[in-house]
């Protein structure tokens, strides 16, 4: 595959980048990103991915957009109230880049579709907002071999870890397993600053850049937690844990395992 | 002693890790602990003796996203 004069042009500023060029340009064009969410996290993932020109883009999610998402959730423009996410979303991220080929899923990542979902794709993102979710698609990543960027939001803080399996710490090697439900407060509940989502999910879609291109450092066995209330990033360094339930050497999960689930900050 | 938790040093009158999150009435449910960059099971909090200088890591869970 080729570039057209435009798409030349529309990469120029990627293309300049010794670490890019025209080689990695095409990488990014070849490679396949899924978007767990299309929510706080993953609008700003799938927008800049999809200004990056990453060839293809799955996005999935069972909600409609609701007035109150719209304070973050930065696809969803106010005659999108009503409509699916993922349908919302597909229509920005290609009205950006008409390169960006966007699969949509109007269902919820489940025991039952994750593997084979995932397994399609060549990086995953984590954008969502309750605790099964997020243990699902760590351990579906797990399983498939394929790298995933953690990303958590409440209030006015956030996390991102990337995960690549076998070689760094997983989430279940830090979290066992998750929080008894209705004790950790959620977005909905508690609330979030709208820019925070965009901080910590334009930081996920680095790292799914950068491990597409193979550069850099991936922000693997680091856990990156970020404070707005006095921008302060910190890192934690973490590490696999020999105990770990799902990659350690006496690992016991071998298959999903769909935790029963309150509606976390959906909304 | 001292300790050294989430960056912030400490001084506390505590033996184990489990005494940390009492002393600081912090759920053991909710937060993994690393201690110098292990992770300690939950059912080891207890049996985790401290030493001076000793540097602690209390991750909280952070489920959000949308």
């Known amino acids: 595959m080729s ?5 030349i042009t529309r990469y120029s500023r990627h293309i300049l980048l010794p670490e890019v060029g025209g080689k990695g340009q095409k990488k990014l064009s ?3 990103v899924f978007v767990v969410g299309a929510g706080g996290l993953g609008c ?6 999809g200004a990056a020109g990453i060839g293809t883009i799955g996005l999935i999610d069972s909600d409609v957009v609701d007035l109150s998402n719209l304070q973050r959730q930065v696809l969803h423009h106010t005659p999108d109230v009503g409509r699916p996410k993922t349908l919302s979303a597909k229509e920005k991220i290609q009205a950006l880049n008409p390169d960006v080929q966007v699969n949509t899923y109007e269902e919820r990542l489940t025991a039952q579709n994750a593997r084979e979902l995932i397994n399609q794709y060549d990086v995953v993102i984590d954008g969502v907002d309750n605790f099964p979710a997020k243990f699902l698609i760590n351990d579906a990543c797990y399983m498939e071999n394929k790298p995933l960027v953690h990303g958590g939001i409440l209030r006015f803080e956030g996390r991102v870890m990337t995960i690549v399996p076998n070689e760094s710490a997983c989430y279940r090697c830090i979290f066992k397993n998750p929080p008894p439900p209705g004790v950790v407060p959620t977005c909905q509940e508690a609330g979030i600053i709208g820019v925070v ?3 910590i999910g334009t930081i996920q879609a680095t790292e799914a ?4 291109l193979k550069i850099g450092q991936p922000l693997t066995d680091r856990l990156l937690d970020f404070d707005a209330r006095t921008t302060t990033f910190r890192e934690i360094r973490v590490k696999q844990n020999p105990s770990c339930t799902l990659c350690g050497p006496s690992a016991s999960i071998t298959e999903l395992i769909d935790y029963d689930e309150p509606e976390a900050c959906a909304l | 002693m001292q300790l050294t938790i989430n960056g912030k040093v400490e001084n ?14 912090i759920d053991p449910q909710l937060v993994a602990v690393e201690v110098n960059t292990q992770m300690i099971d939950q059912e080891n909090l207890g049996a985790t003796a401290l030493k001076e200088d000793d540097k602690l890591e209390f991750l909280f869970f952070m489920g959000g996203g949308a």
């Open chain 1, 3 to 7: 570039f057209t004069e435009d798409q």
């Open chain 2, 12 to 25: 506390l009158n505590v033996s184990t890790v489990l005494d940390v999150l009492k002393t600081k009435d």
């Open chain 1, 44 to 49: 700003p993932v799938a927008y800049y991915l």
């Open chain 1, 209 to 212: 850049v950068k491990l597409i």
């Open chain 1, 30 to 32: 070849q490679a396949k």
């Open chain 1, 197 to 199: 989502a965009g901080i």
